[in-house]
């Protein structure tokens, strides 16, 4: 098993920077993949960011240039910098980490980004 905890949530105005961070404990050799996936209010969860244990980053289209997901193995921390933060980046943001053989999903208890205009 692989345990989650999210900090790093809270409200900010439009052009703001928060920083979210995910410790990871437990099994964290059986995972390859982490990220960070958000889901506004009434909307379906979505992925925002993911980071591979060999560094390897991708980004949903929306936050391109604007976010940077990040990770320090010695702590089994992978962080998210969120800069120019928009009213539609308002959500609640889930730490999410990948099983590497058989694809299993954990997922964090969220933390709430409220971006005020």
């Known amino acids: 098993q692989v345990r989650l905890v999210e900090s790093g949530g809270g409200l900010v105005q439009a052009r703001g920077s928060l920083r979210l961070s995910c410790a990871a404990s437990g099994s964290i050799l059986s995972i390859n993949v982490m990220g960070w996936y958000r889901q506004a209010p009434g909307k379906q969860r979505e992925v925002v960011a993911t980071?591979?244990?060999?560094?390897?980053?991708d980004y949903t289209d929306s936050v391109k240039g604007r976010f940077t997901i990040s990770r320090d193995n010695a702590k089994n921390t992978v962080y998210l910098e969120m800069n120019s933060l928009k009213s539609e980046d308002t959500g609640v943001y889930y730490c999410?980490?990948?099983?590497?053989?058989?694809?299993?999903?954990?997922w964090g208890q969220g933390t709430p980004v409220t971006v005020s205009s």
């Open positions: 980071i591979t244990n060999g560094g390897v980053t």
């Open positions: 999410w980490a990948r099983r590497r053989y058989d694809y299993a999903a954990y």
